[in-house]
Nanobody, 127 residues
Framework: QVQLVETGGASVQAGDSLRLSCKVT????????IGWFRQAPGQEREGVAC????????WYADSVNGRSTISRDAAMRTVYLQMLSLKPDDSATYYC????????????????????WGQGTQVTVSS
């Protein structure tokens, strides 16, 4: 089992930066991919970024590419999402999620492949 707890959400102004953290406990070695999703009211959950833990490969959604960075500490006990130049459209609940299998038929953006989820942290960006 893996447990994920997100922190760092806040209410900020457009143009500000924010760093979200995801604390990882449990069977860390079971994790092959760890990602960040977000969901705004009335909208589908959107994949923001994903890190392939074994290879180090990283993917970003077009909507945040160039403004966001996913990273991890050496022990994979904390995963971060650094976001710059925040926009009102970035307002959402942000979730950390993990996949515990080496491969899957689809893309990292699909929430259905992620077995483990945190409870979410709220980000609100005001114009």
């Amino acid at each position: 089992q893996v447990q994920l707890v997100e922190t760092g959400g806040a209410s900020v102004q457009a143009g500000d930066s924010l760093r979200l953290s995801c604390k990882v406990t449990g069977r860390v070695d079971d994790i092959w991919y760890i990602g960040w999703f977000r969901q705004a009211p009335g909208q589908e959950r959107e994949g923001v970024a994903c890190l392939a833990v074994k290879s180090g490969t990283i993917w970003y959604a077009d909507s945040v590419n160039g403004r966001s960075t996913i990273s991890r500490d050496a022990a994979m006990r904390t995963v971060y999402l650094q976001m710059l130049s925040l926009k009102p459209d970035d307002s959402a609940t942000y979730y950390c999620a993990a996949i515990d299998q080496a491969s899957f038929e689809g893309t990292w953006r699909e929430a259905r492949f992620y077995r483990y989820w945190g409870q979410g942290t709220q980000v609100t960006v005001s114009s």
